[in-house]
């Protein structure tokens, strides 16, 4: 194999594997996705697509896709989870569409990912096997060799490099020599859906605005709700310390365990608690912040295989989504792959620290009691809309053609 041709080769079809393989389609680079998971379902709940990534969505042919199912969120609105009084305000919708240049968007997962594996699906140039275990990764001569378990056996798949797109608990980052890295950081997320016409939602009236992102803080929980399905449901999801759960990525919970870490929320909130179906409960784990990224010549690390982080920023899918697109438009420009994995390396080590470093800051802000709370609502009150979201032009704006072109004037 020529050094820099043939396929890359992308472990997993989540969010930062598929969008790999449309961000390196757009650079003329053939893929194949192996994916362990023998079909596609519906998983999670909602997300968050804050405009880093929707720009980014949108050059690569997904962002008309998802609006079908999209909201547009007119603010995210921060409020006391005892007295529902607001805090603050950040505009979104079309003020934040015209400071960032792109949408702000919350979405159900499967949405996304349908409308990823749809885009996938017509391109020539990316094949996507399900049901396929990648069991093996070794060097070659200019590129690495998979080994990859099927239902129908096995199968030997020489590429310019792998990409490990495959989650917090990365296979792939297992068979590079780094098992273990993941850990459980003492908090549960627990997500469920609700419909927004329940009276439950309705109760709740300008406390919870169907068409805004909200944020309810108190010291031992936060909850955000904002909507999807076109506006049809409520995404719910509560943030609370607990005990670890099982490996899986979600567990059915009982809503009584969380209405007990409520004790101190509005009645109504409690009762909207109550009133969702099926919650479900995710361990949030995180990777350790020193695990490299880059093996060799023949594998390197996206998203949660990289950096899981807890959601306090509500960046986890943003960053996968940078990351997939920086690492393929250097991928475009150089076919030295030891050159490619060091420049991808050097560039997104700084901007993931940062944003993992606001999520702690806002966990720490958002659970605050006594003093400390009464400290952040003062600051949120004299911050203002407009400073608010001025806060967020680092986050929001980054671009890498624009961080590209900063660096090299």
Request: aromatic residues 8%; charged residues 25%; hydrophobic residues 45%.
């Amino acid at each position: 194999m020529a050094r820099g041709a043939g396929p890359v080769a992308i472990a997993g079809a989540g969010i930062a594997g598929l969008t790999a393989a449309l961000a390196f389609s757009a650079g003329k680079i053939p893929s194949r996705i192996f994916e362990r998971a023998p079909r596609f379902e519906e998983v999670g709940a909602g997300i968050q697509l804050s405009p880093n990534a929707t720009r980014i969505l949108r050059r690569l042919g997904a962002l008309d896709r998802l609006l079908a199912h999209a909201v547009k969120p007119k603010s995210i609105d921060i409020r006391d989870a005892g007295t529902l009084k607001r805090l603050a305000r950040v505009p979104l919708g079309e003020a934040g569409e015209r400071r960032w240049g792109a949408p702000y968007l919350v979405i159900h997962r499967s949405d996304l990912q349908d409308a990823l594996v749809q885009l996938v699906a017509e391109r020539t140039d990316i094949e996507l096997t399900a049901d396929a275990r990648v069991t093996g990764i070794d060097p070659i001569t200019d590129g690495a060799r998979l080994s990859v378990t099927r239902a129908g056996g096995a199968e030997d798949f020489p590429c310019r490099f792998a990409v490990g797109a495959d989650g917090v608990w990365s296979t792939l980052r297992d068979l590079a020599g780094r098992p273990g890295t993941s850990r459980y950081t003492g908090y549960l997320a627990w997500r469920a859906t609700i419909d927004a016409d329940a009276s439950a939602v309705k109760i709740l009236g300008e406390a919870m605005p169907s068409d805004r992102v909200t944020t309810f803080l108190s010291p031992r929980f936060h909850l955000v709700a904002y909507p999807v399905r076109g506006g049809r449901e409520i995404n719910l999801v509560a943030v609370t310390r607990g005990a670890g759960l099982s490996r899986e990525w979600s567990n059915l919970a009982d809503p009584s365990l969380l209405n007990s870490t409520l004790k101190r929320a509005a009645p109504r909130l409690r009762e909207l608690v109550g009133a969702a179906p099926s919650w479900r409960a995710w361990p949030i784990h995180a990777v350790a912040s020193d695990c490299p990224w880059t093996f060799e010549s023949r594998l390197v690390l996206i998203g949660d295989a990289a950096h899981a982080m807890s959601p306090y920023a509500a960046q986890g899918a943003a960053m996968a989504i940078e990351d997939a697109d920086v690492l393929a438009q250097m991928a475009a420009e150089s076919a030295d792959t030891a050159e490619v994995f060091a420049r991808y390396e050097a560039a997104r080590r700084e901007r993931v620290r940062r944003v993992a470093a606001r999520g702690a800051f806002n966990r720490f802000a958002w659970h605050a009691a006594g003093p400390f709370a009464l400290g952040r609502n003062l600051v949120l009150s004299l911050r203002g809309p407009e400073r608010l979201a001025g806060d967020l032009d680092w986050l929001y704006g980054w671009s890498f053609e624009a961080r590209s072109a900063r660096s090299s004037g």
